[in-house]
Nanobody
Framework: QVQLVESGGGLVQAGGSLRLSCAAS????????MGWYRQAPEKQRELVARIASGGTTNYAGSAKVRLTISRDNSNNTMYLQMNILKTEDTSIYLC?????????????WGQGTHNPVSS
């Protein structure tokens, strides 16, 4: 079992910055991927960025221009630095962890954090 708790979200003006945190606890495989996803109203959940346990990252589109994903394996915490925010970035941001095992793969989701961006 894995528990994911997001924090750091909140209202921010366009052009501002936020840093989201996701603290993972429980049974975490040495081979795993943590990621941030977003889901705006009437929109499908979509990938923002992911980072593997080995440090490999990938970003959706050109997200890395304004966003930086990182993780601290010592405390199983993932971060998303969001800069130059736009109103279009308004969304619920969800933390995900995917455990990889020989016999199965498990995926876990946090509750999500609301991150409105005002003009």
């Amino acid at each position: 079992q894995v528990q994911l708790v997001e924090s750091g979200g909140g209202l921010v003006q366009a052009g501002g910055s936020l840093r989201l945190s996701c603290a993972a606890s429980g049974s975490i495989s040495s081979l795993n991927i943590m990621g941030w996803y977003r889901q705006a109203p009437e929109k499908q959940r979509e990938l923002v960025a992911r980072i593997a346990s080995g440090g490999t990252t990938n970003y959706a589109g050109s997200a890395k221009v304004r966003l930086t994903i990182s993780r601290d394996n010592s405390n199983n915490t993932m971060y998303l630095q969001m800069n130059i925010l736009k109103t279009e970035d308004t969304s619920i941001y969800l933390c995900n962890l995917e455990n990889f095992y020989l016999e199965r793969d498990d995926s876990y989701w946090g509750q999500g954090t609301h991150n409105p961006v005002s003009s």
